[in-house]
């Protein structure tokens, strides 16, 4: 057997495209639009080639070629999309491939073989699927909390899961630090509730205004837009020509196509608005109340757990329980984050366990100062 640095590689590849194999057949089948499915099939297709390009070179090596099974991060991926759609995962397999997408630069085995064109072109294909895939999972509820996450990455899935992290991590705070100002169990738990409530409605509140706002913002767009299109028709029209000729089409096709939209004033709006403007008239960002009911429920839902253990009448043992249940679940978080950075789930919900800890810590600590001040 050749050496074993080498053979890790190998398999480190070969895992890599079983990976986005799984992922863009996932994709393609959740896909509702064919030529959109095609492409995503077509990109499952050479991934597939990749992979045998490294069971080949595995044998060679003398290496045992294992089943062809997805890594657990490539199976949630895979179900998250055929569950929500292929929006809700998209921006993270293509942030993914973009990072990959020279993997194979350094890599002898691959010189001459076009495989390092073609990760090249997926990361290109996919980033302009991201650029045009529309705002939010139309009717997904997790969809409207893209927004208050929107910054870290553009998909629900992430802004859910930070969403129960928020609530888990200030509501932990907030009891130990009440705990440590030795309150009794019943206090801390009305505490505790009064935080749940306070910083879910705080949530809800923030993410109804902010979709309301993007909606009026939108509105008020497509209105000037509407009287820009009754003043000057053919001007807007040529501007939609320019558009439809940076999109590749030919200036012969290019008018033919703004001739016959310009027929109807409720297309050509609708044309101008998702072309010039970027937004989706039949959208408009989303109902507001669904976006704040899921952000009240996903933060009450990560508040919950650390006030749970204060039901239990002994001081002492609700506060370890407490703890313990709130270490659970913020490791677990950060292995889930870990869907979205590729990180080692060890590292990822490691590093969330620590810093949930310490500022519990820190608010315990700063608690029982004060109590011992009053007292």
């Not at 074993?4 to 895992?15: H, I, P, S, Y």
């Not at 569950?83 to 990959?100: H, M």
């Not at 705070?173 to 935080?195: D, E, Q, R, W």
């Not at 870990?338 to 608010?363: C, E, K, M, P, Y």
């Amino acid at each position: 057997m050749r050496d074993t640095t080498e053979v890790k590689r190998f398999l480190e590849n070969w895992q890599d495209e079983v990976d986005s194999a799984a992922e863009y057949r996932a994709l393609a089948a959740a896909e509702p639009e064919p030529k959109v499915a095609q492409v995503y099939s077509n990109l499952a297709r050479m991934e597939e080639a990749h992979i045998a390009f490294w069971e080949d070179r595995l044998r060679r090596a003398g290496a045992t070629v294992h089943e062809r099974l997805p890594s657990w991060r490539s199976r949630v991926l895979s179900w998250v999309a055929r569950r929500f759609g292929p929006e809700a995962v998209l921006s993270t397999i293509a942030a993914k491939e973009t990072a990959d997408r020279n993997g194979y630069a350094g890599q002898a085995e691959t010189h001459g073989t076009g495989m390092n064109a073609q990760e090249r072109w997926h990361a290109l294909v996919l980033g302009k699927l991201v650029e045009t895939q529309p705002r939010g999972l139309s009717g997904s509820f997790l969809s409207r909390l893209e927004g208050r996450h929107r910054a870290v990455g553009g998909n629900a899935l992430r802004a859910a899961v930070l969403g129960a992290n928020d609530g888990l991590c200030s509501n932990l705070s907030l009891v130990m630090g009440v705990a440590g100002a030795s309150i009794n169990p019943h206090g801390i738990l009305m505490t505790g509730v009064a935080g749940l409530l306070a910083g879910a409605c705080s949530m809800a509140l923030g993410e109804w205004v902010s979709v309301t706002s993007s909606r009026e913002l939108a509105e008020r767009e497509i209105r000037i837009e509407s009287s820009e299109l009754a003043e000057d028709p053919a001007g807007e029209g040529e501007e939609l020509q320019l558009i439809y000729e940076a999109k590749g089409l030919s200036s012969k096709d290019a008018r033919r196509v703004v001739e016959q939209v310009l027929k109807d004033k409720e297309a050509t709006l609708d044309a101008l608005a998702r072309e010039e403007l970027g937004i989706d008239p039949t959208e408009l960002g989303g109902s507001a109340g669904e976006a704040a009911l899921a952000s009240f429920l996903l933060f009450s839902l990560g508040a919950t757990i650390p006030i749970l253990p204060f039901f239990l009448p002994k001081y002492g043992i609700a506060v370890l329980s407490s703890l313990l249940v709130s270490s659970v679940a913020l490791f677990a978080i950060g292995a889930a984050i870990t869907i979205f950075t590729g990180v080692a789930v060890w590292r990822s919900g490691g590093r969330q366990l620590l810093l949930g800890l310490a500022a519990a810590g820190l608010t315990f600590i700063i608690g029982h100062l004060i109590g011992v001040t009053l007292a």
